[in-house]
């Protein structure tokens, strides 16, 4: 045998050996770039790396935060971290004995770049690993289910939208793969979309919500913006919240006849428990829809919790530099089915608030709504329960995070009563604001009773608008031989045509949210706005939430 054919047969030889392995020995492959498989601990292999979203073109939490850095290395050794950019700085790291995983906090870096930041070996001379051109700006969190899962190239004027993209390079993205595990992950086990400067390619396949929100934060904050997006469409929330959250609200045991990405937990444990050691600025929220047949009536309960969750989690996960209570918006849902009688989508509106109609609110404390019922979209392709017009909602977002998160002084919200006071006749309500009001004999309801409680099953009668002025509307009680214990306002699945609600703000444009209140027998209702309680017209204090 020649030395050619020897070589040759050795090549041959060792190829069917690699075979072998990789059939019956199958590696497991840690990268922040492909899928890989779990490994509930996920520095096995030794390997000097940045865990799966550090990566380049990021944008990390800008000061007054400090940004975390968590990544693999051989264990024992030192690992160096290099900022270099318009600051420079350096930050000393051992990796665990037990784990594989370092962890550095970065000293607080203003909004800005571009940086390149290394993790190199202290003792061990040309093994480093690098990220470029990272940003440090503001990063936020966007989740849900199928509406925020939406994509860019749904949009009705999807096409002008991703002409905008190469405006922004400074809004960059990121997408957590769709992955349930029944135990919480360290890290991520799969990325759709790596950390992206957009381009009308790239961002199609990215959350529609989740951009524009972050695009219409730039126009205003001028300064890098960091989105990540982990959504998976039909999923409850008791799928996004923790084993811990979820017994809060009685349901301590996984529910037999869910499985699948609906399950407790799963997402939770897969799609957000990972990303609890990012530092990020806050989060919206577009969820609800497979909770108007699923646990409804807990959604009051569940809903808050899991906020709750995630907010101590990414706080303790930073090492304190996420806020304990980092702002988080969500969508109030918007229309199904028009004509409706089902009390499913009206019921989760109200309970996505916790029962008070509005936040922040004593339960839901830093959170703000976009009300999306009077956003309908009948002739959607991707169903009435996918409207396309996202722009609005992501307006309304803004608004919220332009109060909340940087203490701008606007109104975020539609006018609520904080006056209810029953006549023989009529019903006066008196809004916080001052109003915008079309005529409409059907959008209000009263509830007719005089001893048993104002259920959905209830005596409600529609109660017409008789006259309003800048800040009261009156309603008839006509149609009420009884009592009148109860008003409510858009109890629905599709209470009106687009942007046509009869109450909006007459300043903001922002449309009255759904609502129902009781009245405490002819007391009537009343709100302290500045504490947000509710008290009769006596003076005396009332249930908080529903009342």
Same mark, same amino acid.
């Given at each position: 045998?020649?030395? #050619?054919?020897?070589?040759?047969?050795?090549?041959?030889?060792?190829?069917?050996?690699?075979?072998?392995?990789?059939?019956?020995?199958?590696?497991?492959?840690?990268?922040?770039?492909?899928?890989?498989?779990?490994?509930?601990?996920? *520095?096995?292999?030794?390997?000097?790396?940045?865990?799966?979203?550090?990566?380049?073109?990021?944008?990390?939490?800008?000061?007054?935060?400090?940004? /975390?850095?968590?990544? *693999?290395?051989? /264990?024992?050794?030192?690992?160096?971290?290099?900022?270099?950019?318009?600051?420079?700085?350096?930050?000393?790291?051992?990796?665990?004995?037990?784990?594989?995983?370092?962890?550095? &906090?970065?000293?607080?870096?203003?909004?800005?770049?571009?940086?390149?930041?290394?993790?190199?070996?202290?003792?061990?001379?040309?093994?480093?690993?690098?990220?470029?051109?990272?940003?440090?700006?503001?990063?936020?969190?966007?989740?849900?289910?199928?509406?925020?899962?939406?994509?860019?190239?749904?949009?009705?004027?999807?096409?002008?939208?991703?002409?905008?993209?190469?405006?922004?390079?400074?809004?960059?993205?990121?997408?957590?793969?769709?992955?349930?595990?029944?135990?919480?992950?360290?890290?991520?086990?799969?990325?759709?979309?790596?950390?992206?400067?957009?381009?009308?390619?790239?961002?199609?396949?990215?959350?529609?919500?989740?951009?524009?929100?972050?695009?219409?934060?730039?126009?205003?904050?001028?300064?890098?913006?960091?989105?990540?997006?982990?959504?998976?469409?039909?999923?409850?929330?008791? #799928?996004?919240?923790?084993?811990? #959250?979820?017994?809060?609200?009685?349901?301590?045991?996984?529910?037999?006849?869910?499985?699948?990405?609906?399950?407790?937990?799963?997402?939770?444990?897969?799609?957000?428990?990972?990303? /609890?050691?990012?530092?990020?600025?806050?989060?919206?929220?577009?969820?609800?829809?497979?909770?108007?047949?699923?646990?409804?009536?807990?959604?009051?309960?569940?809903?808050?919790?899991?906020?709750?969750?995630?907010?101590?989690?990414?706080?303790?996960?930073?090492?304190?530099?996420?806020?304990?209570?980092?702002?988080?918006?969500?969508?109030?849902?918007?229309?199904?089915? +028009?004509?409706?009688?089902?009390?499913?989508?009206?019921?989760?509106?109200?309970?996505?608030?916790?029962?008070?109609?509005?936040?922040?609110?004593?339960? &839901?404390?830093?959170?703000? &709504?976009?009300?999306?019922?009077? /956003?309908?979209?009948?002739?959607?392709?991707?169903?009435?329960?996918?409207?396309?017009?996202?722009?609005?909602?992501?307006?309304?977002?803004?608004?919220?995070?332009?109060?909340?998160?940087?203490?701008?002084?606007?109104?975020?919200?539609?006018?609520?009563?904080?006056?209810?006071?029953?006549?023989?006749?009529?019903?006066?309500?008196?809004?916080?604001?001052?109003?915008?009001?079309?005529?409409?004999?059907?959008?209000?309801?009263? *509830?007719?009773?005089?001893?048993?409680?104002?259920?959905?099953?209830?005596?409600?009668?529609?109660?017409?608008?008789?006259?309003?002025?800048?800040?009261?509307?009156?309603?008839?009680?006509?149609?009420?031989?009884?009592?009148?214990?109860?008003?409510?306002?858009?109890?629905?699945?599709?209470?009106?045509?687009?942007?046509?609600?009869?109450?909006?703000?007459?300043?903001?444009?922002?449309? #009255?949210?759904?609502?129902?209140?009781?009245?405490?027998?002819?007391?009537?209702?009343? +709100?302290?706005?500045?504490?947000?309680?509710?008290?009769?017209?006596?003076?005396?204090?009332?249930?908080?939430?529903?009342?």
């Amino acid at each position: 045998m020649g030395k #050619a054919d020897c070589h040759h047969f050795l090549a041959r030889v060792l190829c069917v050996l690699l075979l072998i392995i990789l059939l019956f020995n199958r590696p497991t492959i840690c990268s922040s770039r492909q899928e890989h498989e779990e490994q509930q601990w996920p *520095c096995g292999d030794g390997n000097l790396r940045f865990a799966s979203y550090y990566e380049d073109h990021m944008v990390l939490q800008k000061s007054p935060e400090r940004a /975390l850095l968590w990544g *693999c290395g051989p /264990l024992g050794e030192q690992v160096t971290v290099y900022v270099q950019g318009p600051n420079t700085q350096q930050t000393l790291a051992t990796v665990s004995d037990e784990s594989g995983m370092w962890r550095v &906090m970065l000293a607080p870096v203003e909004a800005g770049g571009p940086y390149n930041i290394t993790a190199a070996l202290t003792n061990l001379q040309n093994t480093y690993v690098t990220l470029v051109d990272v940003l440090f700006g503001d990063v936020w969190l966007c989740s849900g289910q199928s509406n925020m899962f939406f994509k860019v190239l749904g949009l009705v004027n999807a096409s002008g939208e991703l002409a905008l993209a190469s405006k922004y390079p400074h809004v960059r993205f990121f997408m957590v793969g769709l992955v349930q595990k029944d135990t919480e992950l360290l890290d991520l086990t799969k990325v759709d979309i790596s950390w992206s400067v957009p381009n009308e390619k790239n961002l199609a396949s990215f959350s529609a919500l989740c951009w524009l929100f972050g695009r219409y934060l730039y126009n205003t904050l001028q300064y890098p913006i960091g989105l990540v997006e982990s959504s998976w469409g039909g999923t409850p929330v008791e #799928a996004w919240s923790s084993h811990s #959250a979820l017994r809060k609200c009685g349901l301590d045991n996984p529910d037999e006849n869910s499985t699948g990405p609906i399950s407790n937990s799963v997402l939770w444990n897969a799609m957000i428990h990972p990303l /609890l050691n990012l530092t990020i600025k806050g989060a919206i929220w577009y969820q609800g829809e497979s909770n108007a047949d699923y646990h409804r009536d807990l959604y009051n309960c569940t809903f808050p919790a899991m906020i709750d969750s995630w907010r101590m989690g990414f706080h303790e996960g930073s090492g304190g530099q996420t806020a304990i209570q980092f702002p988080f918006g969500f969508v109030q849902l918007s229309t199904y089915k +028009r004509h409706s009688t089902d009390d499913g989508f009206p019921e989760i509106r109200w309970h996505q608030t916790a029962d008070y109609g509005f936040v922040p609110n004593p339960r &839901m404390m830093n959170t703000f &709504m976009a009300v999306a019922m009077d /956003l309908p979209d009948e002739t959607s392709p991707y169903g009435t329960i996918h409207p396309r017009y996202k722009e609005d909602v992501a307006y309304r977002l803004t608004l919220g995070a332009k109060a909340l998160a940087y203490n701008y002084s606007l109104t975020f919200h539609g006018p609520f009563p904080d006056h209810i006071l029953p006549q023989k006749l009529y019903v006066n309500l008196t809004f916080d604001q001052q109003l915008s009001v079309t005529p409409s004999t059907d959008i209000f309801e009263i *509830c007719c009773s005089a001893s048993i409680s104002c259920g959905p099953r209830a005596n409600w009668v529609s109660a017409p608008i008789i006259t309003w002025d800048q800040t009261t509307i009156q309603l008839s009680t006509e149609s009420c031989p009884d009592q009148v214990a109860a008003v409510r306002y858009a109890w629905t699945d599709w209470p009106c045509d687009f942007k046509a609600c009869p109450v909006y703000g007459s300043n903001t444009s922002l449309p #009255a949210p759904p609502f129902v209140i009781s009245l405490q027998q002819s007391f009537g209702w009343k +709100r302290n706005v500045a504490t947000n309680r509710y008290f009769n017209t006596d003076g005396q204090k009332v249930h908080d939430g529903v009342l």
